[in-house]
């Protein structure tokens, strides 16, 4: 069956998470200690992120200037064509913004699906003076575990037919969408999470070592499609043969 493909947006098509990189630059000290309260589990990422963007302090311009240093991964737009020549569904989930993920993207020269939103689930950002005003469109409800994009929901509404589940992360925020996928490529803070929870995974740095493990999967995909099509025809003329004899 063929793939559909989920992938977080920060440290993972980045080469940097984004949010991080605001708050180090843009935001009080405090967020750290906010940050701390999430990894140990008192506050879901929701909350974290409201608190967090609370205590940046800059302007649309300031905050866009930033944003345009982030480095994409090399060998995402390579990966992008991948899917979009195999027809591969291919969505971003993540709890970063809107206006973060949509700027990059631009910047690497994406459109299309990704860029225009129909298949991007984030949190969504809004920059009003000095002040920052995050909403959470994807975070539920349901969720359990207040996160501001509730990913394993959205994996679990996408799922059509038994295609398998690919999920691409690399953070704490990726753990439960990891649970929820049939195919884990993984690094950094989620590798760790797989390997102690026994969750299997595949590691990776870049979307070429992805593509190199999905391509046999996605020719095979292809292979058995083209064999079930042609069946209906076979016995069409086996039927036809023995008609005439």
Partial sequence: MTPIIFSDFDGTITQVDVTDLVLTQLAHPSWREV?????????????????QMALVDASLAEFNALVDSVPVDRNFGKFYKFAQRHSLPFYVVSDGFDLVIRRVLKNAGMNGPLYNGKHLFSSALKVRGRRMEPSFPYAG????????????EIIRRTRDNGNPIVFIGDGLSDRFAAQAADIVFAKRQLL???????????P??????IEAKLDPLVKK?????????????????KLKVELAV
């Avoid at 990776?204 to 070592?209: G, I």
């Fill in 141 to 152: 409800p349901p969720c359990e575990h207040d996160c501001a994009t509730c990913k394993a």
């Fill in 192 to 202: 760790t999470f797989c390997r102690e929870n026994d969750i299997a995974c595949t």
């Fill in 221 to 237: 995909a292809a292979y058995l499609a083209k064999a079930k099509s042609r069946r209906p025809r076979l016995r069409a003329r």
């Fill in 35 to 51: 940050e701390q309260e999430w990894a140990r589990g008192q506050i879901g990422s929701r909350e974290c992120l409201e608190r």
């Fill in 204 to 209: 990776f740095e870049t979307f070429a070592e």
